[in-house]
């Protein structure tokens, strides 16, 4: 029985996130700094991975990546569809990619038959001290916060004035893959956590809520995806296509090649997008299956 077929992209961000506001996204813009970012293919079929579509590596070095980025900053902005962000709930004001949140555009080209492009392998609980060397995932360090009133933090969970809990910034990002080809936009919340998700009337609603005074109510919410694809254990199939993110197509220099773009941000309508996760620091891993297209 064959091995499943795995063609593996790492994506290792550490993102220290310096918050300055004072109520999440529906106040002051926040400051962030990239401190390392690297990209490896591994067990890649010649899968090779570029940034610009002329340039091609297995290994992208953290310099590379982050030469593109050495202007960029984090605010707390909202997508309903992964690819139009905004930075203020209150009105049309649009944000700027790699100055609010993040965009890079992944262009894949490998010589093998493994065209089809899953991102896999979903961690829900890595350690951010000793995180995975495969497997995608975000995960933070964790800040600990004490609430100075009551509020509801969670469906059958009330924090009380004066407790202290660690709370964690992975809870609140996000990150979409839109296909050129296909114009089809996938949006993730790896923290696997739908009921933590968009707009629920308890975390950071909750809290803007009583400390605000306010009786904000959050839009409807977009298409979110909280799983990843599965696959054949004893074949190079994929046996479901939640994390498909592109098949790619042969050009005429002989390659199999596809582009998509990736934006990663900190949804501000997330129920733990308030105060208790400033200057958290965040760590991000992608993992890409290649495997056979199914016919």
Known sequence: MNRLKVSSIMLVIILFITMVSSFAWISLATVNKIENISLNAIEGYDLEISLDGVDYYTNLNKDQILNKMKWFTFKEVTSFDGRNFKTSYKDDELAIKDKDYLNLTFYFRTTSSYTEIHLSDLITDASYDNPPTEGTFITSEGRRFRSTFDFQYGPEDIVTEGEIRTYYVRDAMRVSFYDNNLNTTKIFDLSGNEER???????????FNHYKGKNLVPPEAPETLYTLSE??????????????????????????????????????????AFDAVYDDKIKIQFMFRAVRPNS
């Open 231 to 272: 696959f054949e254990e004893s074949s190079p199939y994929a046996k479901t296509f939640d994390s498909h993110l592109i098949t790619l197509t042969q050009s005429e220099n002989g390659y199999y090649e596809g582009s998509v773009e990736v934006n990663i941000w900190l949804e501000g309508w997330d129920a733990d």
């Open 197 to 207: 998700g968009f707009g629920k009337p308890y975390g950071m609603i909750a809290y």
